[in-house]
């Protein structure tokens, strides 16, 4: 917890407090150690002289000035929602050396963990949720929150032998899980708990037509939030992600399932459960698809609001988005993503003006920013390796908790941002 950085973060809140030569203040010192009987306190200590100016004519030139105070760390839980990028470029080895950025990830995501581990009378939940072009979330969602009847390509055969593509109706019994059970509810639980359960996002909130498709690039916290109320409740109910039933080319990706806030009894399991997350790396980069299922695990009014308090014996529960990504956001029309097959499909709108695909995905990702932080979420953002950070830099809750990583210090990212999470507050 006391390291030279704790050491030097202290010095440096100390000298933005008072500046060098306030008063005229000579001799000044100041000292911070760590209270011997409390770990979690530092203690600091700073005494100067100040010249007088009125008492001089006493025989006084100067005061000595002593003054002490503490720093705790501060007593709270925290729900920590770690969004991570799993697309195909994780493969490649990272600038700084040392390996591929995904076995980087690997290693260095416990660095977060182990900065809030031994946090006396503080609990710390995370929910890993690897991200590319679909998240993996059925798992963690109801039977009733999925499409029983949804839309996918057909290929129209022509006499000449090509295909006109066209939009048909594919219901959970005629789908690649059709095998899986005798009844609409069991072929729907063998989708959501088979561990291929990538989800199509539902249309957005607030539509007149609830036969609607249509997802614009702007969300609001009732599409992070609004639950299916029965099992025909469409407007909210998320798609199967089917490439099966796809009769057109595209090319798929369906990342690792995602995993609900929960604690991790060490090290080694935290790092296990990072490893499991990120084991599939391959996909397209939505960063708008990573950022809504983040706050949807972390919301308290919710799909898990049940399980997602305030407070925990009246200590506050802090949230958290740890949001890491090695690239610009990537969008083609030609793809399979969690939006659907946009060149057929043409889901994704803009409510003002024209914008292209990625520019529209690009505004929906930042509104996502913009709402998760209005419902209480601070956003840490890790930039890997990434040339221009120009869209994604405005997630951050502030420039101190955006960082930039060549790979090699990625460990240390991590771990700064654990002991940002559990920062220090002024007691005395």
């Known amino acids: 917890f006391f390291t030279d950085k704790a050491r030097a973060e202290a010095n440096k809140f100390f000298e933005f407090n008072y500046d060098e030569g306030t008063l005229r203040a000579q001799d000044l010192n100041f000292q911070v150690e760590r209270n011997a009987s409390n770990v979690q306190e530092l203690i600091g200590f700073a005494s100067m002289n100040v010249p007088t100016s009125i008492m001089h004519i006493f025989g006084f030139e100067s005061i000595p000035v002593s003054v002490s105070c503490d720093a705790m760390r501060d007593q709270a839980h925290n729900d920590i929602a770690v969004v991570l990028d799993v697309t195909g470029s994780m ?39 690897p991200y590319s072009q679909t998240v ?172 997602n308090p305030t407070k925990i014996d009246d200590i506050p529960v802090n949230q958290h988005i740890v949001f890491m990504t090695d690239g610009k956001l990537e969008t083609s029309d030609g793809i399979y993503a969690a939006h659907g097959i946009e060149r057929y499909q043409n889901r994704t709108r803009t409510r003002n003006g024209s914008k292209t695909l990625s520019q529209q995905h690009i505004a929906r990702f930042l509104s996502a920013c913009n709402v998760a932080r209005s419902m209480g979420a601070t956003i840490w953002v890790i930039a890997l390796d990434v040339d221009s950070v120009n869209e994604i830099a405005p997630c951050a809750t502030s420039e101190d908790h955006f960082y930039i990583s060549n790979g090699s210090d990625l460990e240390e990212v991590f771990e700064q941002i654990g002991q940002g999470i559990g920062n220090l507050r002024l007691t005395r």
Not at 112 to 127: C, D, G, H, I, V
Not at 172 to 177: A, E, F, L, M
Not at 265 to 288: K, M
Request: charged letters at 25%; aromatic letters at 8%; proline letters at 2%.
């Open 91 to 129: 493969t490649y080895p990272a600038s700084g050396g040392g390996g591929t950025k995904i076995s980087l990830l690997r290693n260095g995501a416990k660095g977060l963990y182990r900065a809030l581990a031994n946090a006396p009378n503080s609990k710390t939940r995370f929910a890993l949720i």
């Open 136 to 307: 993996n979330a059925a798992g963690s969602l109801r039977t009733r929150d999925i499409l029983r009847e949804q839309a996918h390509v057909g290929c129209e055969r022509l006499w000449y032998g090509g295909c006109r593509a066209t939009i048909k109706k594919v219901h959970i019994d005629d789908s690649s899980w059709r095998k899986a059970g005798n009844t609409t509810a069991k072929r729907i639980d063998a989708f959501r708990n088979g561990g291929d359960g990538c989800v199509e996002e539902r249309a957005s909130s607030g539509q007149d037509d609830e036969n609607s498709t249509i997802i614009y690039d702007e969300i609001t916290a009732a599409d992070i939030d609004l639950m299916a109320r029965n099992d025909n409740d469409i407007s909210r109910q998320f798609g199967r992600y089917d490439p099966g039933m796809q009769e057109v080319s595209a090319q798929a990706a369906c990342p690792a399932p995602a995993s609900r806030l929960q604690t991790y009894a060490n090290e080694s399991a935290f790092s296990n459960a990072v490893s499991a997350a990120t084991a599939r790396v391959t996909g397209g980069t939505y960063h708008d698809t990573g950022m809504i299922w983040g706050m949807r695990f972390l919301s308290r009014t919710g799909f898990f609001g049940a399980d």
